[in-house]
């Protein structure tokens, strides 16, 4: 099992990223993905989830309606797509699998700031 995370960076705050996470070695169409954070001297958190088919997606209350997970079966990716960023956005991003344990990518930094 592989995720690989892309997308992250420098923005400024109002600004938007999109950030992808390339999925292989298991059956990514049988799934539910998610997307967690990790700011620095904090707890992971839990960020947004979709499932299998991308018709479910739930949301943390710090990013709804700001933020917007969707996912492409045939290219076995998932995406966040980060509107309105904010400096309290700042942190490590990661995608995460469960199938028989957790899974976790290598993460994607997002830094907001002017």
């Known amino acids: 099992v592989q995720l690989v995370e892309s997308g992250g960076g420098l923005v400024q705050p109002g600004g938007t990223l999109r950030l992808s996470c390339a999925a292989s070695?298991?059956?990514?169409?049988?799934?539910?993905m998610r997307w967690y954070r990790q700011a620095p001297g904090k707890m992971r958190e839990w960020v947004a989830g979709?499932?299998?088919?991308?018709?479910?997606?739930n949301y943390a209350d710090s990013v709804k309606g700001r933020f917007t997970v969707s996912r492409d079966n045939v290219k076995n990716t998932v995406y966040l797509r980060m509107n309105s960023l904010q400096p309290n956005d700042t942190a490590v991003y990661y995608c995460?699998?469960?199938?028989?344990?957790?899974?976790w990518g290598q993460g994607t930094q997002v830094t907001v700031s002017s």
């Open positions: 995460n699998v469960l199938l028989q344990a957790d899974y």
């Open positions: 070695g298991f059956r990514f169409i049988n799934y539910g």
């Open positions: 979709i499932s299998s088919l991308g018709s479910i997606t």
